[in-house]
């Protein structure tokens, strides 16, 4: 059983930046593929980004292609969203999620989630 918890939320003004992490627990973090997820207030959960297990295949949606930036240090037992040029549209619950097979950019076939962290882009 994996535990994931987020962090490094918070309020920005648009065009600033975040680094969200999320500390895994309770399972060995390189088995895993990873991947962020985010929801707004009335909005499906989409996907942000993926990682496979040792980090050398990322996939990106197209709406953060280019600003935010996925990685992984397993040492740490840690998952990072780097998010630059934020929008107001980025405004979301930021979820991270794991699971053992390959990266994935369906939420559905994910094992384990983290309770969300909340980014509020001002304009």
């Known amino acids: 059983q994996v535990q994931l918890v987020e962090s490094g939320g918070g309020l920005v003004q648009a065009g600033g930046s975040l680094r969200l992490s999320c500390a895994a627990s309770?399972?060995?973090?390189?088995?895993?593929?990873m991947g962020w997820f985010r929801q707004a207030p009335g909005k499906e959960r989409e996907f942000v980004a993926t990682i496979n297990w040792y980090g050398g295949n990322t996939v990106y949606a197209d709406s953060v292609k280019g600003r935010f930036t996925i990685y992984r240090i397993n040492a740490k037992n840690t998952l990072y969203l780097q998010m630059n040029s934020l929008k107001p549209e980025d405004t979301a619950v930021y979820y991270c999620?794991?699971?053992?097979?390959?990266?994935?950019?369906?939420?559905?076939?994910?094992?384990?989630w983290g309770q969300g962290t909340q980014v509020t882009v001002s304009s």
């Open positions: 999620a794991a699971r053992r097979d390959g990266i994935a950019t369906m939420s559905t076939i994910y094992d384990y």
């Open positions: 309770g399972g060995t973090f390189s088995n895993y593929a």
